[in-house]
């Protein structure tokens, strides 16, 4: 499998091009980005992560729920 142009991880195949084998799109098992075969990733190098970066990512907070 492919590996992931932001942080190297392990990838997997998402979907798969409805028609033919026009397009893939893979997701990465550690950091969850997404990018499809008929694109080239291009990863600014302050938006590459690593273990240590994304065991220091701050939690995003829940959403509240609507007011009634």
Do not use: H
């Not at 992931?4 to 980005?33: F, L």
């Amino acid at each position: 499998m492919k590996e992931c142009p932001r942080c190297k991880g392990e990838t997997r195949i998402m979907v798969k091009s409805p028609v033919g084998d026009a397009w893939e799109v893979y997701v990465c098992n550690t950091c969850s980005y997404s990018w499809r075969s008929t694109e080239t990733p291009n990863i600014l190098p302050q938006f590459t992560l690593n273990d240590e970066k994304i065991a220091n990512m701050q939690i995003i907070p829940p959403i509240p729920p609507l007011k009634k």
